[in-house]
C-alpha cells in the first residue's frame, strides 16, 4: 500500500553532510523538509570516513610516537602492544556518539522526520515525485517544491582480473575490520591509501603501497611527495611508483598480485590483504534521474550549474554526487547554497579558488591555491620558495624537521598564489595559508605578518622571509 506526503518544501535524498547543511538551511527559512536515508543516517563521514579514519590515525600515531620517543634525549623508545578489538570498539563508540549528537538528535531538535527507506524518482520532468520503498515495509510517495540529491559517492575499483573473486578492502570495510593483518597491500598511493597504509603500518601490520603514477601523493608538489615517501621508508612501509595491480589470485590462503611497472616487467606480491583505494564514484544507482530530466556525466556524477540546480529546475544535487571536489566541508558549503537558492533565490555561487586540503598522513600534507605546475600554464610568472622545517624552531624543538613549506607567488605582484606544506599541524597551517591567498595578501605583507613565536605557523612568515633575506642568519622569532 501507498500513502501520500505532499506539502513538503523540500525532500532531501540523502543524510550526510550536504543532505543536513541544505535541511537546516531550508528549516531556517521556515521551509517543511523530508529526508530520506536507505542507509545509515549520517552519511560517509561520520560512519566510514573522516571520523572513523582520524581517530584510528591518531591511536595510530600514538603509538608510533612511543617508539619514536629515542630522538629525544634522556628518553628510550617503546612499543606499545595493540588491542586491535578494542580500537575498532571505541572508533564505534565515538562514531555512535556523534550520529546522535550531529545527525539524529540534530534532525529532531530542528523538527523534520527522516524516512528509512530507498528513494526512487517518478512523475514526470514538469512534475517530479519520489517513491520511497520504506525499510519496514510499504511505500511512500513524497511530494514537494524542490528536491536535493545528496546521496554521496562510494569507494571504486579498477576491473582487475581476479580482484573480484580473490576479495578486497576498502577504506569502508577497512574501518570495520575484526583483526589486524599481518600483511597488506594498498592499491592507490593518494590521500585515502596514503593515511590507510600509514594507519595499519604504524599497528603493525607489514605494508606495501602500490601507485601508478611517478610519485606518492602524485597531485603535490614534487618536494612533497618526495618528503612523504623518504618517512615511508623510515617507517618501513615498501612503494612501488609507476607500477599497477595487473591481477590476484588466492593461493594457500594468501593473495598474490601481479604487480606490473610502465615497462611491462611483473613482480609478483603475496599479502594476507589487500585493500583498493583508487577513488570514488558518485551513488545514483536507482534514482531514476532520467525519468525526471537529470542529467548525468561520464563518471555517474549529476550534473549541476554554479548554484547546484540539476537540469530539472525543481531538482538541485549536492556533495560527492554532484562531482565536485570530494570534500565534506564542501558537501556542506554545496548544501546550503542549494536551499539558499531554491528558497531565497540568492543566486549565490561558490569561489573554490582558495579551497584547501589535508591528508591526515604524518607528517601531514596540506595545500592551497595553485602549484607551481598550475601557474606557469596559466601563464603566470612565478617565484617559488621552498623552506625546509630544520629553518623552523617549533620543528627543532620536536626533534623531527622532516617536511617543508613552499610558497609559490606571481613574480611580477609579489600575491601568494599557492601554499604547499608537510609538517606537523599541516592543516592548521593552511588554513591561515587559506586567509592569506582570500586577502589578496602578498610575500611582503606575509612576512611581515605577526606570528607566534615556536608555533609551526610560523614557518608561512619565515617562508616569506626567504624572498629578502637569508633565514639561516636569521635570530628567533624571525623579526
Not at 606499545?80 to 534532525?107: H, M, N, S
Not at 597504509?197 to 601490520?205: C, D, H, M, P, V
Request: charged share 20%; hydrophobic share 45%.
Amino acid at each position: 500500500m501507498t500513502t501520500t506526503h505532499s506539502g513538503f518544501d523540500l525532500a532531501v535524498i540523502g543524510s550526510g553532510s550536504a543532505a543536513f547543511a541544505a535541511a537546516i538551511a531550508a528549516t531556517n527559512q521556515g521551509k517543511r523538509v523530508a529526508m530520506i536515508e536507505r542507509g545509515t543516517t549520517g552519511g560517509t563521514c561520520v560512519n566510514v570516513g573522516c571520523i572513523p579514519s582520524k581517530a584510528l590515525l591518531a591511536a595510530a600515531e600514538a603509538r608510533h610516537g612511543c617508539g619514536a620517543a629515542g630522538r629525544f634525549p634522556g628518553l628510550a623508545a617503546a612499543e606499545l602492544p595493540v588491542e586491535f578489538r578494542q580500537l575498532i570498539d571505541g572508533k564505534d563508540a565515538l562514531v555512535e556518539q556523534l550520529r546522535a549528537e550531529k545527525y539524529t538528535e540534530l534532525a529532531a531538535d530542528y523538527g523534520w522526520e527522516i524516512v528509512h527507506g530507498t528513494a526512487t524518482f517518478s512523475g514526470t520532468s514538469d512534475a517530479p515525485a519520489l517513491e520511497v520503498s520504506l525499510r519496514d515495509g510499504g511505500t511512500r510517495r513524497i511530494e514537494a517544491a524542490h528536491y536535493l540529491v545528496a546521496t554521496g559517492s562510494a569507494p571504486w575499483a579498477p576491473p582487475v582480473e581476479g580482484l573480484a573473486e580473490a576479495g578486497y578492502l576498502t577504506s569502508t570495510t577497512a574501518m570495520e575490520l575484526d583483526a589486524l593483518p599481518e600483511s597488506m597491500i594498498v592499491v592507490g598511493g593518494n590521500a585515502v591509501g596514503l593515511e590507510q597504509a600509514q594507519l595499519f603500518a604504524r599497528l603493525g601490520t607489514q605494508v606495501t603501497v602500490i601507485e601508478a603514477l611517478e610519485q606518492l601523493a602524485p597531485f603535490e608538489e614534487p618536494e612533497v611527495s618526495s618528503v612523504i615517501e623518504d618517512v615511508f621508508a623510515e617507517e618501513g612501509v615498501t612503494v612501488h611508483t609507476g607500477a599497477t595491480l595487473a591481477s590476484v589470485r588466492t593461493e594457500d590462503g594468501a593473495k598474490i598480485a601481479a604487480v606490473r611497472t610502465r615497462s611491462g616487467r611483473e613482480t609478483e606480491l603475496r599479502t594476507e590483504t589487500l585493500l583498493v583505494a583508487t577513488g570514488r564514484r558518485p551513488v545514483i544507482s536507482g534514482l531514476g534521474l532520467d525519468a525526471v530530466g537529470v542529467k548525468t556525466g561520464e563518471r555517474g556524477d549529476v550534473v549541476v550549474d554554479d548554484h547546484q540546480r540539476t537540469t530539472n529546475e525543481r531538482i538541485w544535487a549536492a556533495g560527492d554526487v554532484a562531482g565536485g571536489p570530494q570534500f565534506v566541508y564542501v558537501a556542506a558549503a554545496q548544501g546550503t547554497l542549494a536551499a539558499d537558492n531554491a528558497f531565497a533565490d540568492a543566486e549565490r555561487t561558490l569561489d573554490y579558488t582558495a579551497l584547501p586540503r589535508v591528508t591526515f598522513t604524518s607528517p601531514a600534507m596540506a595545500a592551497v591555491g595553485m602549484t607551481d605546475a598550475q601557474a606557469a600554464d596559466a601563464g603566470i610568472p612565478c617565484d617559488c620558495r621552498v623552506l625546509p622545517l630544520e629553518y623552523v624552531p617549533r620543528a627543532l624543538a620536536n626533534r623531527d624537521t622532516r617536511g617543508l613549506v613552499k610558497l609559490v607567488a606571481n613574480a611580477e605582484t609579489g600575491r601568494v598564489l599557492g601554499v604547499h606544506v608537510i609538517a606537523d599541524g599541516a592543516g592548521d597551517i593552511i588554513t591561515a595559508a587559506t586567509y592569506a591567498i582570500t586577502a589578496g595578501m602578498t610575500v611582503d605583507q606575509l612576512a611581515h605578518t605577526w606570528a607566534p613565536y615556536l608555533t609551526m605557523a610560523e614557518a608561512l612568515k619565515l617562508a616569506a622571509q626567504t624572498y629578502t633575506a637569508d633565514v639561516a642568519r636569521l635570530s628567533c622569532c624571525a623579526g
